[in-house]
């Protein structure tokens, strides 16, 4: 089925220090999102990267897919405490469910 | 008002019980889903129904039974617990190729 690599598995940054989480298919996605998950919380829909190339900002979050539609980055700019959590990215398989990366957990030192 | 909501939010039981998790979206999606994230957070999907009818049944034992009465709610039950269920069942909607929306979760431990 299909399969995506996210990595790093940890990231810790002291505050104001920038962060990027990626993800890798082996095959080309139609389509990937990303989720937040709080410590202690639910995962919560971030955005959804539809076209080849596309980069798309929600303040100092940054979301980009690739060209060939195979990979794609979180990165956050001058992260804050409040941006500790768990991210996710998830791609569609077939039967159209949502199959989840492992995750990036992200700690921010202040 | 809570767009997905599951309950209970914690189950404590002994092992070899039986236990139902209750969720109900008031979104108006056509498709529901049960994860299950274990103690290393990885998020794995169990079931998914689309419009009352199950569309996905992952490789998970038998004694987990979802029913879904009516496209806004899917019910988890689970016979006979094991040590190995303890983890956290996340009930989540959504619309076909949109994101998902969680429910805040049910965090089950099995003595």
């Known amino acids: 089925g299909q399969q995506v690599m996210q990595i790093p598995q940890y990231q810790h940054v002291q505050e104001g220090e920038d962060f990027t989480t990626y993800c890798n298919s082996s095959?080309?996605?139609?389509?990937i999102q990303w989720y937040k998950q709080r410590p202690g919380g639910h995962p919560v829909f971030l955005i959804q990267?539809?076209?080849?190339?596309e980069v798309k900002k929600q303040k100092r979050l940054t979301f980009q897919f690739g060209e060939a539609k195979k990979n794609s980055s979180l990165h956050i700019t001058a992260t804050q405490t409040t941006d500790v959590g768990t991210y996710f990215c998830a791609v569609p398989t077939n039967a159209g469910k949502s199959t989840f990366g492992d995750g990036t957990t992200l700690t921010v030192k202040p | 008002d809570t767009a997905v909501s599951q309950t209970p939010k914690y189950l404590v039981t002994q092992m070899g019980n039986d236990k139902s998790i209750k969720c109900e979206q008031n979104?108006?999606?056509?498709?529901m889903y049960w994860y299950k994230q274990d103690s290393k957070k990885f998020l794995k999907i169990m079931f998914s129904y689309n419009n009352k009818e199950l569309i996905i049944n992952e490789t998970v034992p038998n004694r987990f039974s979802p029913k879904s009465p009516d496209k806004a709610h899917l019910n988890l039950h689970i016979n006979s617990l094991e040590l190995g269920d303890s983890a956290v069942y996340f009930c989540?909607?959504?619309?076909?190729?949109?994101?998902?929306?969680f429910g805040e979760g049910s965090r089950l431990t099995v003595l």
């Open positions: 990267l539809v076209k080849s190339g």
């Open positions: 989540a909607s959504s619309q076909r190729g949109r994101g998902l929306f």
């Open positions: 095959t080309t996605l139609s389509n």
């Open positions: 979104l108006g999606h056509d498709t």
